[in-house]
């Protein structure tokens, strides 16, 4: 009886979906593995960690899956926003720390 609850606290105790050892951060910016968040988003799979090193991204991009965006430091995304015809632009700045 006490190796079942036992079990049975294990069980419960596991997470649902397996962590996945493969899914390294992405460093983005002078220094990291990828110079520019384009190319970083085109390569990035699903639920990949994207961190900015500091620095300032500038475009626009389409996120189009489960990621994370983490920034250090002085890191800087300058977004540009396209318009439907007859709207204005929209710019959008976000930075860490």
Known sequence: MRAIVLLLALLVAMP???????????????GGEYAHLADALAAAPIGATLEL?????????????????RGQPGAVLMARAAAPCGRSLHRACASAG
Do not use: E, F, H, K
């Not at 649902?16 to 002078?30: E, K, L, S, T």
């Not at 090193?53 to 965006?69: E, K, M």
């Open 16 to 30: 649902i979906a397996p962590a996945r050892a493969d899914q390294a951060v992405m460093r983005v910016g002078i």
């Open 53 to 69: 090193l500091p620095g300032v991204q500038q475009g626009q991009w389409t996120i189009d899956r489960s990621l994370t965006l």
